[in-house]
C-alpha cells in the first residue's frame, strides 16, 4: 500500500528544523529512500513518521517491507509481556516510545502532539504479537 500526498502538503511536513533532524539522526534508523522524519518509499504520507526497533534484530525500520529489503532475515513480533521495551521512534522530535505507550497514544506522539498514521494499526500484527 502506498500513501500519496501533492507536493505542497509533503513540503509543509518535511519542512524539518535542526534540532528535530538531529534527534532522528542519533538512531540508526532503516529503510528504502529514507527521510529525515523516517518517511520511506513503502510509505510516505505526511502522517507516516515512525520507525520501529523491530525483535529480530534491535535494528529501527521504516516498515516492514524496507525490513524485508534490507534485513536478509525473517520478522519477529514483540510479545505483549516486552510491550514495555522502547521500540517506537517517532520521525517529528525522536522521542523513543514504548509499544505500549505508542499502543495508546491515540495516534499522536506523546512528547510533541505530531500525528502518526491511524491505518498503521492494520499492520499491528507484524510487529506487535499477542
Known sequence: M??????SVRDEYDRDDKATMNA?????????????????????????????????????????DCHQVLAGHAMEAWPQQEWNQRAVL??????????????ASDYACPACNAAFNPGCRNHYHFYFGD
Open 24 to 64: 532522528v539522526a542519533t538512531y540508526d534508523v532503516r529503510g528504502v529512500d529514507l527521510d529525515a522524519q523516517t518517511r520511506c518509499a513503502h510509505y510516505h504520507s505526511p502522517l507516516d513518521i515512525i520507525a520501529i526497533k523491530m525483535k529480530c534484530c534491535g535494528v529501527y525500520y521504516a516498515c516492514k
Open 2 to 7: 502506498r500513501h500519496d500526498c501533492d507536493e
Open 90 to 103: 517517532c520521525g517529528a522530535c525522536g522521542h523513543d516510545l514504548t509499544i505500549a505507550e505508542y499502543m
